[in-house]
């Protein structure tokens, strides 16, 4: 079992950044891959940055690309997510989320936190 708790949401004006985090616990080697997700009202779960363990390529979704930034500490079992010209539409709950294989582009994933709340004002 894993074990993700994420923190560092919160509000902030469009154009502030936010940084996310999320502590690993449990059976850390079965978190080969790993991401950000959000959901916003009304709308379904998207993926928002996605990273394998010991790679240098990351996914972004197309509208955060050039302004989020994930990052994973594999000695402190962290994963992180650097928000940046934070616009109003990326207002939602992000969860964290790992798989122990498989393609990291693929869902479902296997463990969830229990996600942190981002609101951006205009």
């Known amino acids: 079992q894993v074990h993700l708790e994420e923190s560092g949401g919160g509000s902030v004006q469009a154009g502030g950044s936010l940084r996310l985090s999320c502590a690993v616990s449990?059976?850390?080697?079965?978190?080969?891959?790993m991401g950000w997700f959000r959901q916003a009202p009304g709308k379904e779960r998207e993926r928002v940055a996605l990273?394998?363990?010991?790679?240098?390529?990351?996914f972004y979704v197309d509208s955060v690309k050039g302004r989020f930034t994930i990052s994973r500490d594999n000695a402190k079992n962290t994963l992180d997510l650097q928000m940046n010209s934070l616009k109003p539409e990326d207002t939602a709950i992000y969860y964290c989320?790992?798989?122990?294989?498989?393609?990291?582009?693929?869902?479902?994933?296997?463990?969830w936190g229990h996600g942190t709340q981002v609101t951006v004002s205009s």
């Open positions: 990273i394998r363990i010991g790679d240098i390529n990351k």
């Open positions: 989320a790992a798989k122990a294989s498989g393609s990291c582009l693929a869902t479902p994933y296997d463990y």
């Open positions: 449990g059976h850390t080697y079965a978190t080969n891959c």
